[in-house]
Nanobody, 113 residues
């Protein structure tokens, strides 16, 4: 079970921090990350981080978003700065262990202009 928190409404230029805890996983999680889906659009990768700390970002968020994790707690974070209206979407966290993928329920992020 993935429990997300931290979404909300913010003005353009503001910041939000998303959290996602894999509260029942007894194992270390190899890959964790975030996707987002805006209305009428496909779900796209925002950022991911491996258990070794290797990160990957969508070009649209590079330099503005930072992904991090606490592997001991199986928790992943997404610090979002300099938010833009086009960042408005439902954000979904996920975990992946050798192709076995789980999703969070999604948290709404709305950026007003």
């Amino acid at each position: 079970q993935l429990v997300e928190s931290g979404g909300g409404l913010v003005q353009a230029g503001g910041s939000l921090r998303l959290s996602c805890a894999a509260s029942r996983s007894p194992f270390s999680i190899i890959l964790m990350g975030w996707y987002r889906q805006a209305p009428g659009k496909q779900r796209d990768l925002v950022a991911s981080i491996t258990i070794g700390g290797t990160t990957n970002y969508a070009d649209s968020v590079k330099g503005r978003f930072t992904i991090s994790r606490d592997s001991a707690k199986n928790t992943v974070y997404l610090q979002m700065n300099s938010l833009k209206p086009e960042d408005t979407a439902v954000y979904y966290c996920y975990t992946d262990n050798n192709g076995l993928r789980y999703w969070g329920q999604g948290t709404q992020v709305t950026v007003s202009s």
